[in-house]
C-alpha cells in the first residue's frame, strides 16, 4: 500500500493531469462556519476517486481544543469510521492520498498514522522537514486503527 501526502493545490493538479488507479481519498478541510469563507468548496474527485471520506476538522493542536468548545474525546467523532475506511481500503489493495489545504499538518498526521500501524514507519513522515504533522490526527488515527 502506497501512502502520500498532498496539498489541495497539488492534488488539483493531479486530477487533471493522471489521477492514480486504484486510489483511495482521506480530504481533510476546515468546518464551514464563521472562521472560513462561504464559497469554499471541497476538492472534487467525482469520476476520478471511488472511495474518497471527506474529514471536516480544525487543524489545531491539543492545547487549544477548549477555544473551540472541543476535548479529546469529542474532536474527530468520525475517527472510528475512518479508521474502517482506512483498513478496507488496505485490505482491497488500494493506495491512500492523505489530501489538506497546505499537505503538511492533517495529511501528514493520518499519514503517519496508517504507516505507523501498517509498517510500524509513522516516524518517517515526523522526521521529513517538510510536514508538521497535527499530532492530534495522529494520535487519534493511530489509536482508532489499533482498535479494530
Aim: aromatic fraction near 14%; charge should be negative; include cysteine.
Amino acid at each position: 500500500m502506497k501512502v502520500t501526502i498532498y496539498s489541495r493545490k497539488a492534488v488539483e493538479s493531479l486530477l487533471r493531469n493522471g489521477f492514480p488507479e486504484n486510489t483511495a481519498v482521506i480530504s481533510f478541510y476546515d468546518p464551514i462556519d464563521r472562521r472560513n469563507k462561504n464559497d469554499y468548496a471541497l476538492v472534487d474527485y467525482s469520476g476520478k476517486a471511488d472511495r474518497v471520506f471527506y474529514v471536516p476538522i480544525y487543524d489545531i493542536d491539543i492545547e487549544v481544543l477548549g477555544d473551540f468548545g472541543l476535548t479529546y474525546e469529542t474532536y474527530f467523532p468520525e475517527v472510528n469510521v475512518l479508521a474502517k475506511f482506512i483498513d478496507k481500503a488496505k485490505n482491497d489493495g488500494m493506495d491512500i492520498i492523505c489530501q489538506c489545504e497546505y499537505g503538511q499538518s492533517r495529511s501528514a498526521g493520518c499519514a503517519a498514522a496508517i504507516l505507523e500501524h501498517y509498517e510500524h514507519r509513522g516516524i518517517d513522515i515526523f522526521r521529513d522537514y517538510k510536514y508538521y504533522p497535527n499530532q492530534l490526527i495522529f494520535n487519534k488515527i493511530y489509536d482508532a486503527l489499533n482498535s479494530l
